[in-house]
């Protein structure tokens, strides 16, 4: 009867291992958390930061908010919509900068792709941006 606990006790444990990992990797193919983004901006200028998305739950669980977009830090959020495979950008919360445009997102590679433009203090009429969960 011992070895039987024991032997039970050593599977459990084991499944309970295997389970948390692949939770860990799930976790990756969510929309919400960090993404590395890879920019062209500034006609032929290229870099390379980190954004944050969460979900932003006024109009409903497709949209979601965006910090760091276009490299303008953690205080600025930008608010996007999800529907179907097309992000909407909605808008921003600055007071200095007007962000538009749109992101396509890609299921099978897990990535987006984005096209929008920024006018405030930087005009930047036409980026492009690629993210991906790094």
Known sequence: MQKFIRETGVLTAILVLCGSSCDELDSTNTITGVWRSREIYAG???RTYNVSMEHYDQPDSTSYIIYN????GLEVETYVQLNDTIFNILGC??????????GYFH????TIDWEYSVSGI??????MAHFEKP
């Open 107 to 110: 299921p099978l590679s897990f």
């Open 44 to 46: 032929n200028s290229y």
């Open 69 to 72: 977009l276009y490299n303008l």
């Open 122 to 127: 930087d005009n930047d009429p036409f980026v």
């Open 93 to 102: 919360n600055s007071d200095s900068y007007i962000i538009s445009g749109k």
